[in-house]
């Protein structure tokens, strides 16, 4: 089992069960007032919901080894990544739900989520978290700072042209930046065989001349050894690294996703390889028996039965604050505040 | 008129049949998009096509907007009928060169020796919490850039004519279309996009809006989803003897100026009602046209837009920023004497 401790194999396991529970419970409230007839505005949680069960080794594997002050950016299915980078989950959880003391006070959603205190953020729009990353490593860079950042990306987006451009960015400027494809083998619809060529992400590294590393089962333990070598060559200023990581959507693309484009042989596969079980039996062997892990697994779903409780109970945005928020909040004060008094009013005469 | 025969179909039904038609009779029209073959459009815009005409044209793509627009419209230049859908219209940013620099521009920079016969079909709107990067319709913003045709329909009637109109016109026509109207079963439609729809082939000319409201007193213009609420508004001040006329522009580029003047030279007073930010877009340009060319015609003018803010998530604020027929209502109220 090499060099991951004990004590990280437990921590990722807390991560990987709460993320599994988490999305299991969100999925039981996003479908309140969306059964029998399913209405995509309906209900407690309205609009579209990315779930990641199934991905979770790759959010525990990479985010081990990153603190606060590292930033990670993620893609659409974020929740599972939030959790394991230490995002509040209360007032995660009181965004999803659309409430007034959630993360962005219901303005972003599940696909807009912001926690600037652990260098958290996602995006919606396929790839395009890519570039932040590669800004937050560039700002390390020139601040002469150790952080690292991650840049999360399903195996859809590897042929968008925000994620290669990345690539070479990071790569000619050594950049300490680490990007992590999350493969789960499908786009919504769309098999990766269909629409990338090759359809291992880690290949792209090849033209950017940096190190791609793939990692062909989701073993949470098998990640996070290859992610203690990525992140410590940032750290080091070696440069970038491009992980591709097989995960499994054990879920719909989205909720709803009725899924009649997807072989039931396929779903089967998906269910049957499990990445906490195998995390479990790495545990066993490392001597944390099922008592021990019962115990993590009760303290994570309790954590997310408090969360949801929790948001529930949040107040909803009064409609006027829709109005606020476009620009920073108070104003930076140099263009709204204290002009100049000599020239803001002279027309350009002393220009 | 929108009743003439056939039997009842949504948006998407009526859009799926011309895109076959237009395939049955044109070996050149193809279709690309993501999950456009085995899903069938996420928004069920071509719902079937598959079984019928295989994945050689009815093409699932990488997502690589940049790619597929642009080599739609390089197959366009061939004089190949190449249709690609952008999954929303939010998504433009990652393709935006391929639109506004090549598409729209290549037909004028080449002094028309060139045409891009292509149209691309996109779904726009909010008002299911999908937030800011997924619930725009950004009307404004493609009808501003010069080069590309830009039609939003509002009942299947229209959807049909239009979308064989745009697949045989011989310059690149953005096609956008509600996801709201489409009658997908899992975001139910408001009553009124559901309409007759004939079974043969039948074209809508661009430059002609529909009153699809005829009325005495105020003139309603507007667009996509906001038809159905300003219809619903009409309906209720009907009952207080307030004669509402609703015009629905159908095509934004090339924009039916006369038809918006005839209605306001009769009412004397315009709402405009858009789903698109306020500043800079629909609103504005529509009271431009009336002020110039009848500057007297104007007792009383109101505007409804998304006021300058992206969409938010939670519902409240959602429902704050996007125009229902209780808002049209009180505008049309505001301009009464
Ligand atoms: C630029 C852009 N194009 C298309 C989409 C629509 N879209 C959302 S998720 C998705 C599939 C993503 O697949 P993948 O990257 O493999 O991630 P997964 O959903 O499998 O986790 C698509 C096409 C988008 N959000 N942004
Ligand atoms: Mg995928």
New interface residues.
Partial sequence: MGTVTTTQLRSMYEDMVTARYYEERLQEEYMEGKTPGFDISAGPIPGELHLAAGHEATAAGVCAHLTDEDTVTAPHRPHHIAIAKGVDLKRMTAEIFGRETGLSAGKGGHMHLFDPDVNFACSGIIAQGCPPAVGAALAAMKRNESSVAVAYLGEGAISQGAFLESLNLASVHDLPVIFVVEDNDWAISMPKGRISAPPDGSRRADGFDMPGVRIDHDDATAVSEAAAEAVGRARDGNGPTLMSVQVHRRMGHFMGDPETYRPEADQQRHQERDSIERLASDLEAAGVDEDERETIREDAHERVDDAIEWAKDQPEPEPEAALEDVFSNPPSGVTDEDPTPEFAGDGGANR | MSDDGGRQATMSTAMVEAIATEMRDNDEVFYMG??V???GG?FDSTDGLLSEFGHDRIM?????E??YIGAAVGAAQEGMRPIAELMFA??F??CMDQLYNQMAKNTYMSGANVSVPMVLTTAVGG????????SQTLYGTFAHLPGMKVVVPSTAYDAKGLLHNAIRDDDPVVYMFHKRLMGI????APDGPKTAVPDEPYTIPFGQADVKREGADVTVVTLGLHVHRALEAAAKLADDGIDVEVIDLRTLVPLDEATILESVQKTGRLVVVDEDYRSFGLTGEVISRVVEAEPDALEAVERLAI????L??????????IPDSDDIEDAIRQTQP
């Fill in positions: 993501e999950d073959a085995d899903y996420i699932d793509v990488p997502i690589s940049t790619a939010d998504f940013g990652v008002t299911y919490s999908d937030a800011a990067q997924h079963g899992w975001m139910p006021p300058d803010v992206p938010p998530y939670a519902r409240p604020l959602e429902n704050r920023v």
